[in-house]
């Protein structure tokens, strides 16, 4: 009799079909079966309320009339949403930018730069502006956050988001990110949410899944290197710079972290918020990085129920 494939079995073998080379590598960096599982599940929807527009409690009302809802336990103005009838995008709320449609994970860090109404703020790679608009939020509007990008149409998206949530202390720019390493120790918190290989994003798009390479990783950790270290150079002493990606590698995580601690004075500090994650690797493939790195919060899609996710806190003496 012929042994009935599982349903991990059967996920496994669609996974190694779609991209083989990105199968291999990532069953170094997770083997599970609850990885595979939900990497392949759809991704539930979130969103955040804009409180630069709205109070919390009735947009919870109204909202509730037409969507189940589920608190996100790290982000207190965040939540995830089960639709019953239309689209969150197409409510009124939504429209009218009293709530942004989020990631969960990705709220984590704005609330990890712990802003204050008065700081200037470098918001490197600032598109689409979620994170911009939630930074501005805590900021009440007041003190100024420099939101760059690189690209003309990633600017426009940037300036109309800003806009529809009623942000007023942002200053566009357009500027390679790089750059800013001329502007030493001038920002008090930086925020480097790096161009990165979206395997986080899967659940959303299996199109990351099918464009995946290995060598577009090894590019894209070059650059993570060079932009980290002028993030760094940008920050003032005592500031908080924290670099976050929406990808699972080694090469654009770790290592990239490793690179500013081997070279600066940089040091680490723990995200303490109620997510389950795991600890930053510290090992990969007989290579060894700074222990330090362990304080890193390392997210996969399983642990939450989210996006692949990647967090450093990193503080500058002083």
């Known amino acids: 009799m012929p042994e009935i494939e599982s349903d991990t079995q059967k996920l496994t073998s669609e996974l190694y079909n779609i991209n083989p080379e990105f199968f291999e590598r990532y069953s170094k960096i997770d083997s599970s079966e609850k990885f595979i599982e939900f990497m392949l599940k759809p991704l539930r929807q979130s969103f955040r309320i804009n409180r630069l527009k709205a109070e919390p409690k009735e947009i919870i009302k109204n909202l509730s009339r037409e969507f189940e809802l589920e608190r996100i336990p790290w982000c207190e103005e965040g939540y995830f949403v089960f639709e019953k ?45 979620a994170k911009t608009t939630q930074i501005a939020s805590y900021m009440q509007n007041r003190g100024c956050i420099v939101a760059n990008d690189v690209k003309y149409p990633r600017i426009n998206i940037l300036i109309s988001n800003l806009q529809k949530c009623g942000v007023t202390n942002a200053v566009v720019t357009m500027m390679d990110g790089r750059s800013f390493g001329r502007y030493e120790e001038k920002f008090d918190r930086v925020l480097l949410d790096a161009p990165c290989s979206n395997i986080g994003m899967i659940r959303k798009n299996f199109k990351y899944l099918k464009i995946w390479n290995i060598r577009e990783v090894e590019g894209l950790s070059k650059l993570q290197k060079q932009l980290i270290r002028a993030a760094y150079k940008a ?55 700074n222990k330090e790195i362990r304080r890193c919060l390392r997210i996969h899609p399983q642990d939450n129920d989210t996006e692949g996710f990647f967090v450093a806190k990193i503080l500058k003496p002083g």
Not at 107 to 112: C, D, K, L, V
Not at 245 to 253: P, Y
């Open 85 to 129: 009838s239309k689209r969150l995008t197409k409510t009124i709320e939504h429209q009218l930018g009293l709530i942004f449609s989020q990631e969960a994970s990705s709220m984590i860090p704005a609330i990890a730069l712990d802003v204050k109404p008065g700081m200037l703020i470098l918001d490197m790679a600032a598109s689409p502006g």
């Open 235 to 289: 920050l003032k002493p005592g500031g908080v710079l924290i670099y976050s990606t929406c990808t699972l590698d080694v090469k654009e995580n770790e290592e990239v972290v490793e690179a500013l601690l081997s070279t600066s004075d940089a040091e680490i500090e723990e995200i303490n918020l109620p997510v389950k994650a795991r600890p930053g690797i510290t090992k990969f493939e007989g290579v060894k990085f």
